[in-house]
């Protein structure tokens, strides 16, 4: 059982680490060797800076929505 539950955490760590490259590749940073710890760094970092971004956007969004009920 244990060894199921580490081959499923390793294999998400290998599909995380796959994404980080292709998304540093985009960023002209090359990292071919990355430990756990670093991949889980990055996933985290990554999604609080899409986080971020997407706030502005979100705010705007329930501004404009709040406006048209108000019309109506």
């Known amino acids: 059982m244990e060894k ?3 081959a499923r955490i390793n294999q998400s760590l290998a599909a995380l680490k796959a994404l980080i490259l292709d998304s540093a590749r985009l960023e002209n940073t090359k990292h ?6 670093d991949i889980l760094e990055l ?3 990554h999604l609080q800076r899409q986080r971020s971004l997407a706030q502005p956007g979100l705010s705007r969004y ?4 709040q406006d048209c009920s108000r019309e109506t």
């Not at 329930?62 to 929505?65: M, Q, S």
């Open 4 to 6: 199921r539950r580490r």
């Open 32 to 37: 071919s060797k990355l430990e756990k710890a």
């Open 43 to 45: 996933t985290v970092r």
């Open 62 to 65: 329930k501004a404009g929505y």
